[in-house]
Nanobody
């Protein structure tokens, strides 16, 4: 069974940067359009960025121009470079496939089970 493992989170000051990694054990990610999500306390999970098969990134308005999603050439990992971080970026970040169904993310199916996520805290 493929498991996703997120890492790279931490505590950073506003304006700082972090690079998140998502590794897949037991599988390549070639056949999947992958995405990063985040969930802040008391809020719904939101889609932050997705990378298409051709490597193009699509971003939520709130992070466009600050975050960059990418995947490695071996197609076993996905990354999220986060620059100019703001306190409102504080959340647990997860990776998974793109949502397979339209509508609310909470009701969609995904290719993989959710990992533990990685905590990102932006605070001075």
């Amino acid at each position: 069974q493929v498991q996703l493992a997120e890492s790279g989170g931490g505590l950073v000051q506003p304006g700082g940067s972090l690079r998140l990694s998502c590794a897949a054990s037991g599988s390549w990610l070639t056949d999947y359009s992958m995405a990063w999500y985040r969930q802040a306390p008391g809020k719904e999970r939101e889609l932050v960025a997705r990378v298409t098969d051709d490597g193009s990134g699509l971003y939520a308005t709130s992070v466009r121009g600050r975050f960059t999603i990418s995947r490695d050439s071996a197609q076993t990992a996905v990354y999220l470079q986060m620059n100019s971080l703001k306190p409102e970026d504080t959340a647990v970040y997860y990776c998974n496939s793109e949502p397979l169904d339209p509508g609310p993310l909470s009701r969609s199916r995904y290719f993989f089970s959710w990992g533990q996520g990685t905590q990102v805290t932006v605070s001075s």
